[in-house]
Nanobody
Framework: QVQLVESGGGLVQPGGSLRLSCAAS????????MAWYRQAPGKQREWVAT???????NYADSVKGRFTISRDHARNTVSLQINSLKPEDTAVYYC???????????????WGQGTQVTVSS
């Protein structure tokens, strides 16, 4: 069983910054690609950023230049530094990871429970 737990959300003024973190725990053998998604009220969940096991990042056009994804293999964590926040960044942010559990031959996708980010003055 693998668990992903996000933290770091909150209320921030436009132009502010936040750092989201996600920690994976459980019976983990290996973690592949990790990613962040977000879901705004009344909208579908959308992809925000991905980082491969080799550390190569990729971003949605809407966040390029403002968001930075990083990971720590030793701690099984992925982080999202969010700068120059806009009201349209308001959403629940979810962590996603492809994890190979101990004793398994395959990677399976797992989701965290989400952390709320609200951008408002």
């Amino acid at each position: 069983q693998v668990q992903l737990v996000e933290s770091g959300g909150g209320l921030v003024q436009p132009g502010g910054s936040l750092r989201l973190s996600c920690a994976a725990s459980g019976s983990i053998f290996s973690i592949g690609t990790m990613a962040w998604y977000r879901q705004a009220p009344g909208k579908q969940r959308e992809w925000v950023a991905t980082i491969t096991s080799g550390g190569v990042p990729n971003y949605a056009d809407s966040v390029k230049g403002r968001f930075t994804i990083s990971r720590d293999h030793a701690r099984n964590t992925v982080s999202l530094q969010i700068n120059s926040l806009k009201p349209e960044d308001t959403a629940v942010y979810y962590c996603n990871a492809y994890v190979q559990a101990l004793g398994s031959m395959t990677f399976r996708g797992s989701w965290g429970q989400g952390t709320q980010v609200t951008v408002s003055s």
